[in-house]
């Protein structure tokens, strides 16, 4: 467990998100000293027995430079082309860097429709520790050549911090061109104070991040603290730090006062209760009276029909749904029933599911095991 910066020294398994600001050049395309430079020292961190799991930006960007569409705003399928022309080349780049250790890269894409799926997210889980296992170093990211909006993970921050989970790292490593979070831009104001560990997500640390990313990048400061965010409530701990610091990954491992830390807090989640509430899109929702509110938020109870006052969209059962209460959404759930049978047993007693339905299968709409409370003003976990 991880519980300070000299913790760091045990981590045995990591994920290294590289953006593209440190990757991508606008004359040169892939900066393939850059990417020596920090495989390199991958290589000095993998032969002390640490994995590593190597999430990187850049495929779109170096399609950009090569079809010189730089500087313009792209549609999604030209957004898809430019990450087919560019992804073998980042690919290439990779290979290359880790040949000259002897190693062997794999390339895994994924879309966010790839970890709804349980089954599919069990696969990638299983698909990276045999890649470890086998001496093998993974290579991630979004498959942008067919994603749509609805599966996108939005930026690779967010893949990073899902990928930490898939793979049960031990850190997720946020490498970028700044030194960590400030409590206001560092570029404008000489007197700029570093967050070098950061326990939780107080209202001043959220209010620091912000600002857009570089030229190349689709994330900035809020996309990388919305990745702490799930992977430290998933329980594992991740830094931003400066890619362009020489042995930068070496030092922070070693416990030094580099970049920003964020810890774990109490609130971790299992990684079931992870996958419904930051994986999962909601198919719907249900409104719920005040003793349902009640029950669900002060006792941690199961939702029950009788608590349920309206059916809103149409879903299967063990769709991902909305709970709503009277001030937003409460919970966020795995449902048990239709929406079509929903609307016919709710307000009714669970007792009365096989009368009116003519098959009772689970006495509870959503069983708490498949439930994760959240606050209705912000929608984030409990």
Known sequence: MIRERRDLAKARRIVVKIGSSLLADARQGIRQDVIDTLVDEL??????????????SGAVALGCVRLGWLGRTLSVHEKQAAAAIGQPKLMRA?????????????????????????????NASNTSATLFSAGVVPIV???????????????????????????DADLLVMLTDVDGLYDKAPREHGDARRYGVVR?????VLRAAGGAGSSFGTGGMASKMNAARIS?????????????????????LAGEDI?????????????????????LRPEGRLRVDAGAERALLERGSSLLPVGVTAVEGVFDKGACIDIVGRHGVIARGLSNYSAEDLRKIQGHGSHEIERILGYRDFSSVIHRDNLVLLHPETGEER
């Open 43 to 56: 290589e000095t961190l993998m032969r002390r027995g640490i994995e590593v799991a190597v999430v990187s």
């Open 141 to 167: 990211n979004e498959n942008d050549t067919v994603v749509v909006e609805e599966i996108k993970f939005g930026d690779n921050d967010t893949l990073g911090a899902l990928v930490s989970l898939v793979i």
């Open 259 to 279: 970049g920003t830390l964020f810890l774990c807090g109490s609130d971790r989640r299992s990684r079931r209760q992870h996958w419904i509430a930051d994986v």
């Open 94 to 122: 990779y290979g290359n860097a880790f040949a000259r250790h002897g190693r062997i890269v794999a390339q895994m894409l994924l879309t966010k429709d790839d970890l709804r799926h349980r089954r599919r997210y069990l």
């Open 200 to 204: 939780q997500f107080s209202a001043e």
């Open 232 to 252: 430290t409530r998933g329980g594992v701990p991740a830094a931003i730090v400066n890619g362009q610091r020489p042995g930068v990954l070496r030092a922070l």
